[in-house]
């Protein structure tokens, strides 16, 4: 076995996930406390582009599976590829973004290889006999827990938004094409694929703020407050939604925030009309600092918010932004 | 179409979940329900059967309450249920999870689909159906939006990062659901009635003969366990006029180094 931790890094049309890079910084990070390499893994058409941007974040080498099979993202093909390579090269750990082609496929890898795999990691550790381990903060914030893959590789996938990807290096990594049997057709036929119109906007999941309305916004155009405020923090900025106001289209599903919607751990998280729902919590509990901005005092919200306006958030959204605007200059 | 729905009893309750000393869950005080999602894939499995004839069975494996978890989904359109309960699976991960989910669906045989929640309420890995699809060397589809069936294959929008897919699968396979591919409908009293009479089969080990089963084939292992410390309740942020409400929270971020 050796000592290196695999990075399996996601792509679409020759640019790697963010989501991915970051967890590559962050392996650098741990390799470098346990003497070991980062390796990230790209399975991809044309792998050159994103085995570089592996590099740039933190990847000393990158494997590299490509060809017109892996044109669209296939469960077999890349489980069979990740498969063979991972017996043919046995890598210490195996980490996937907590995205939901990471969720699609790290379960499918660890059956696949029959092992066990931890799921949605918070944090990434290396124990005193320099196995990787897992801290998970789950049951809603109600439980955090330490876990290893009893075997080896350790698998897991890391939730996404709490890591960044680190400054670029400016160092290229060795890349190794690797040679896999071809996939076997797999069942599952992609039709097409409709790519977000976010207009340039960051992701929810990469964004330093996030500010999020609730049912309170009343309606799309209620959002505009919201979008306004997001504009004065500036581009690092994102706006999501609790599960009513995507339920009712005001944002897309894609902007929604908990338990069936995304997870988030920004800088800065605002809450503006969101009363502070458990199925809510779950997908910003690891946000740095909360500011609540609800007229009910009693908002389960401020219990778990380090800033708390008591207010109409159709006044003080506004004054915010113009305020926000003003200190930035 | 013979579909299977696999279905997840759990806490209503999390914060009820007490923690053993030996890192397990004490679920006692914490209610029980049907996993919410879960709902969500019995009614896409008995749309599929009103529009295609055939029938849905629901298997879930958990402790003796699971009959009532699996009354409930009868009373929402379920033909059938079949309970896994058996002291020996006490402590079992999502591996050890799967494996016996699987050796169940094999032993009841003739699915054409299985379908299953995209993830339960407490544990939340979402990794038991997508291993469940691998055991049974099945094709898999997971957090599926929106579903449209055919006899021999289903066409399913996914939301992936970036963007939404539109994939078609072969059947047999495997699909997972997320709460927004459908509205699950309510019973009436009439099938309330009709499902406390029904009757349901039961599998344990001895039918489905995994070889490890439990703790002891689990393939994560927990090394600690700790209720995190409450959050302390933030400061209040206060002044006469919106404006200055404003002012006062611009200069609390920026002590807090986050503006
Ligand atoms: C299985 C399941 C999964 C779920 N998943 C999610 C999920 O992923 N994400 C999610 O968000 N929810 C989810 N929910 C729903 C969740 O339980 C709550 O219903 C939801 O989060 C409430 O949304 P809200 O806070 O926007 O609305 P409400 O609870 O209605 O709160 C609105 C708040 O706005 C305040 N308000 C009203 N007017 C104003 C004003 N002018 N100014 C300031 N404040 C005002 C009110 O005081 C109130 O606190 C899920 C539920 C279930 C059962
Ligand atoms: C807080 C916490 C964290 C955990 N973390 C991990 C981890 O990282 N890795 C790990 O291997 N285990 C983990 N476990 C253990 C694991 O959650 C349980 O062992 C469980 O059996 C695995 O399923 P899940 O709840 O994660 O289900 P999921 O995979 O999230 O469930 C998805 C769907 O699978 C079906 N399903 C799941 N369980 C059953 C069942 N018993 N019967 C029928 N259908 C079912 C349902 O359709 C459900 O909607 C954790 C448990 C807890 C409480």
Partial sequence: MSTDIWVVVDSRDGIASDASLAIVTEAATLAASCGGSVVAVVVAPDGAQVAAQAGEHGASTVRVVQGEAYAQYSTQAWTAALADLVRTHQPAAVLFAGTAIGADLAPRLAARLGIGLVSDATALSVAADGRITFTKNTLGGNLLTECVVAATPQIGTVRTGLYKKGAPTGVAPQVVVEDVPAPAPGGVQVLSFTPDSSDGEIALEDADVVISGGRAMGGAEGFDALRALAAAFGPGAAVGASRPAADAGWLPTSQEIGISGKTVSPDLYVACGISGASQHLAGMSGSKLVVAINSDPQAPIFEVADLGVVGDLFEIVPALADAVARHRG | ?259
């Fill in chain 2, 1 to 259: 179409m013979k579909i299977l729905v696999l279905v997840k009893q759990v806490p209503t309750d999390l914060g009820a979940v007490k923690l053993n000393e030996d890192h397990t869950l004490d679920r006692t005080a914490a209610g029980v329900q049907l996993n919410p999602v879960d709902k969500n894939a019995l009614e896409a499995a008995v749309q599929l059967t009103e529009q295609l004839g055939g029938e849905v069975t629901v298997l879930s494996m958990g402790p003796a309450t699971v009959k009532a978890t699996l009354k409930e989904c009868v009373a929402v359109g379920a033909h059938r249920g079949v309970a896994i309960t058996d002291e020996a699976f006490a402590g079992s991960d999502a591996w050890a999870t799967a494996r016996v989910l699987a050796a169940a669906v094999r032993h009841l045989g003739g699915f054409d689909l299985v379908l299953a929640g995209k993830q339960s309420f407490d544990g939340g890995t979402g990794e038991v159906p997508v291993m469940v699809a691998e055991l049974l060397d099945l094709p898999q589809v997971t957090g599926v939006t929106a579903l449209e069936g055919a006899a021999d294959a289903l066409v399913c929008t996914q939301v992936l990062d970036g963007g939404q897919a539109k994939v078609q699968v072969a059947l047999p396979a495997v699909v997972t659901v997320d709460e927004y591919v459908n509205t699950p409908r309510y019973p009436s009293v009439k099938s309330k009635l009709a499902a406390n009479k029904a009757s349901f089969d039961q599998l344990t080990n001895a039918e489905l003969a995994v070889p490890e089963v439990g703790l002891a084939a689990s393939g994560t292992t927990i090394l600690s366990a700790t209720r995190p410390p409450a959050r302390q309740p933030g400061a209040r942020v206060e002044g006469d006029t919106p404006a200055q409400v404003a002012e006062n929270l611009v200069a609390a971020l920026v002590a807090a180094h986050v503006l």
